[in-house]
């Protein structure tokens, strides 16, 4: 048996829950449980409230999703210093 593509859509965080879970509002009002995937907290990308994403949903539960890109935004804040 073949593996079902997946759907992509975009949406914007709504809420940021534990365990890398995330609360996301898609473009057409659907509300998705969505989680970041491995290689973004691998490379320490974060996601906060009002992000706009990328994700993935199975076509097998539409309720819930894998993140697989975080929109740079123009007014997020600098980065913070390194420290020693």
Same mark, same amino acid.
């Given at each position: *048996?073949? #593996?079902q593509e997946s759907i =992509? *859509? =975009?949406g914007t965080v709504k809420e940021? %829950? !534990?365990d890398r879970n995330y609360r996301v509002i898609l473009e057409?009002?659907?509300q998705v %449980?969505? @989680?970041s995937t491995g290689k973004m907290s691998k490379f #320490? $990308? +974060?996601v906060l409230v009002g992000d706009r994403v990328t994700l993935q949903l199975s !076509? @097998?539960?539409l309720t819930r999703g +894998? $993140?697989?890109f975080r929109h740079k935004s123009g007014d997020a804040p600098p980065p913070r210093p390194r420290r020693r």
């Open positions: *048996m073949a #593996k =992509e *859509m =975009e940021v %829950l !534990p057409n009002g659907h %449980l969505a @989680y #320490k $990308i +974060r !076509p @097998y539960d +894998r $993140i697989t």
